[in-house]
């Protein structure tokens, strides 16, 4: 099983069950996915570039369940059935989504803001397809976990550190509203067409709104059906935009799963 955020899949190194070169674990010894651990990359890599270069060499005996360029592409490399080697701790990365994060370029911690987008929309689907929410105390017992509990090391770095609060906050408060600003939704709004057409858009009529859309879009004249993006919300409404048509809608119309 990978998220449906994933743009690319590139399974690090593994020969055989009990081959010493392997990169990650097949399974999670019976435990239940409940945890996230953010790391970096200590470089400015592409999704890919951490996926196959790295995790991909044999004996490398690392991995991560998924890799976040600095662009923001999230590339899976170890699926969530099974456990990546990343946290230098079999106990966490056996109950731990492990994400590697890039830095925005080599020698500093910090990461882009492409980078941090994807993280926020990754961590928001992991806790809403496995049934938990993000607490941190500073202890493993949290559900968001660092590689340094485990480990003398620096990573997920200062920058990642800092943002912790920041994570946990956003991530949880887009878990308790279906849809955030900036994300892209799913639109299947049912429609009653005017009549009008202006050349490619049709007007169209929904719970006592009328808009503007392109025709593309519209099917059988009575439904609004493609990708969008959430540019507004007031009071529970979301505005959303597909192509440059800008309507507003109930959340009952939209969806993250496309």
Request: charged share 20%; with cysteine; glycine share 8%.
């Amino acid at each position: 099983m990978k998220s449906s955020l994933t743009n690319a899949t590139y399974i690090a190194y593994y020969e055989s069950p009990n081959s010493k070169m392997n990169n990650y674990q097949r399974g999670r010894g019976g435990n239940k996915i409940s945890k996230i651990t953010v790391h970096q990359m200590a470089g400015r890599l592409t999704g890919k570039q951490c996926a196959v270069n790295i995790f991909g060499k044999r004996g490398r005996k690392a991995s991560a369940n998924y890799c976040i360029g600095y662009e923001g592409d999230i590339v899976c490399n170890v699926l969530e059935e099974n456990r990546a080697f990343t946290s230098s701790s079999k106990w966490n990365d056996e109950r731990a989504i492990t994400i590697e994060v890039s830095n925005d370029r080599n020698g500093s911690s910090k990461i882009t803001q492409a980078s941090w987008n994807s993280l926020v929309n990754l961590c928001v689907d992991i806790c809403k397809r496995y049934g938990f929410k993000l607490t941190y105390n500073g202890t493993r017992t949290g559900s968001l976990t660092r590689h340094d509990f485990y480990s003398n090391t620096d990573c997920p770095g200062s920058y990642i550190k800092s943002k912790i609060p920041e994570l946990i906050n956003t991530v949880n408060s887009r878990l308790n509203t279906p849809f955030a600003v900036g994300q892209r939704v799913l639109v299947n709004i049912p429609v009653a067409f005017t009549g009008a057409m202006e050349g490619d858009k049709m007007l169209v009529e929904s719970n006592g709104y009328l808009f503007w859309i392109h025709k593309s879009v519209v099917r059988n004249q009575n439904q609004v059906y493609g990708l969008g993006t959430v540019v507004g919300i007031n009071n529970g409404i979301y505005r959303v935009k597909i192509f440059d048509d800008e309507f507003d809608c109930r959340g009952e119309y939209l969806s993250d799963k496309f």
